[in-house]
Structure formats: C-alpha cells, structure tokens
C-alpha cells in the first residue's frame, strides 16, 4: 500500500496582514502540519519570526506546528519555541556544535526532533542521528528565500535518504522543502519524500488555498491523501 503523503505549507508565503485567516484556511483545507520558517540574519541572510508568531499561530490551528529553525546556535532558542506550541523543532546539521546532544535536548523538551541538511551538505552529515530523529527535512533550495527554483541534482539524495532510512528501519519522516509545486511534488514523492513543504505555490494570488492545495495532491499521483 502507498505511504500517505502529507502536506505542510510554508507560512513564508502567507499573507502576514491575515496570517491567522491563512492558517486557519490550510487548516480547513487539510493540512498535515504548518511550516514555520525561522531565519536569524546570520545561518541565513533574511530575518523573519521569532516565538511570539509561533505562539500566535498556535492559537488558529490544531494542527501540528512543524518549526525549521535556520538559525545560528540553535540551543541557545530552542526552549522558547517549544514553549510557544512547536511541536517539531527542526535544526540545520550545519548549525549544531553537536547534533546528537541537540536532538536530544529538542526531545527532552517534550517535542519531537527534526534534522535538515542543505543541498550541498553530505548525507554523512546526519547518519548518526537518523536513528533518533522524528523528521529528516532535505533542503531542495538553499535556504532563505520563497519562491527559488527546484534543485533537480538534489533528487538522487532523497533517494539516497530513503533508502538508508528504509534499509535500517528508521522511522524518521522524509520531508522535502523546496520549490516543491505540481510540476516537482511527483518526482520528490517518487524519490522517496513523504512530507511536502510548499510555500508560494500554496498562497497564490487569484486561487484559494483549498484550490491550491488540491493540485498539489493531484499532482502527487497514486498515493495515499
């Protein structure tokens, strides 16, 4: 039977004068978890929200708060997005002065733990938490901006990423984020991603949300919605 897909919409799109409106509209829609992008200026050169929207955000939706935090010296913060309704906290490999000790302080907060790594970032990076973690996010852009273009040489990693995961069991979810839309969630899906982040293919000028993210499932093919 094919795995089920799910959907988590990037915020970094939404219309942040009615962000509350948004999110509850994903939710309506059916959304598996809200993305929530967090840039300090530093891991990455835009700065965008702090625990205070995840908060707010917490008070329009059920539905699971999946925060990616692309920030330097992650530990120093990850308490206060726990406090504020993450349910999954996601740190950079590329940030962490130990990735192990990280996860598991993200895990002792009562969350559940996530690790992303950049395009260029070797799998060889995070294949000693991949037993531990809850998420494994595979950047399909370099990190920072909405609205870049998919990374087609990334593919072959997620497909790489899947096949350890499933070689040795671990039971980690596979999301994918970047320049996911109707014309790339196919061919993620097929390497292997199981999570699909999307962002401005999702809050489009002149179509609902409910509109956009049915073409995006559509686009997916035969697997479970």
Known sequence: MPDKIKIAPSILSADFARLGE???????????????DVMDGHFVPPITIGPIVVEAVRRWTDVPLDVHLMIDNPER???????????IITV???AANDLGELIESIKNLGVKAGVSINPATPIDAIENV???VDLVLAMTVNPGWAGQ???EEVVDKIVQLRRIMDRRGFAAELEVDGGISPKTARRVVE???RV??????IFTKGKSVAE????LRVSCGDVIL
């Open 22 to 36: 948004q999110v509850a509209e994903v939710t309506v829609a059916g959304a598996d978890y809200i993305h929530i």
């Open 77 to 87: 913060h990850i308490e206060q997005f726990a406090g504020a309704g993450a349910d």
């Open 92 to 94: 950079h490999a590329e």
């Open 130 to 132: 991949l037993s531990s």
């Open 149 to 151: 273009a998919f990374m």
């Open 191 to 193: 390497a292997g991603g």
């Open 196 to 201: 699909l982040v999307a962002g401005s293919a």
């Open 212 to 215: 956009t993210m049915a073409e």
